[in-house]
Nanobody, 120 residues
Framework: QVQLVESGGGLVQAGGSLRLSCAAS????????MGWYRQVPGKQRELVAS???????NYADSVKGRFAISRDYNKNTVSLQMNSLKPEDTAVYYC??????????????WGQGTQVTVSS
């Protein structure tokens, strides 16, 4: 079935950069939107950034000007370039996709998560 696989997480110092990537595979589908969410223990999962296919982007206020989301439409991937990282960016980051499998209705899919840790 459909899988979203993330990569690129790790440990960086405050002010540093990381680039997360996520690839969708496992079927014939049309992606409506992709994005990145993050979650820390005891907190709700929150939207970081999203992008409508061939359309606009949306960012959480806390990351505007620092993060950039992009798609490679030929590879069914989404990336998140994270610059000027802060300790409060530390979280598990989850890839998200809204897609339609063949002629069926749209559904939401999630990756397994990748840890991002920013040290001060």
């Amino acid at each position: 079935q459909v899988q979203l696989v993330e990569s690129g997480g790790g440990l960086v110092q405050a002010g540093g950069s990381l680039r997360l990537s996520c690839a969708a595979s496992g079927g014939i589908f049309i992606i409506t939107a992709m994005g990145w969410y993050r979650q820390v223990p005891g907190k709700q999962r929150e939207l970081v950034a999203s992008i409508i296919s061939f359309g606009p982007t949306n960012y959480a206020d806390s990351v505007k000007g620092r993060f950039a989301i992009s798609r490679d439409y030929n590879k069914n991937t989404v990336s998140l370039q994270m610059n000027s990282l802060k300790p409060e960016d530390t979280a598990v980051y989850y890839c998200y996709a809204r897609l339609n499998i063949r002629g069926r209705s749209q559904d939401d899919y999630w990756g397994q998560g990748t840890q991002v840790t920013v040290s001060s």
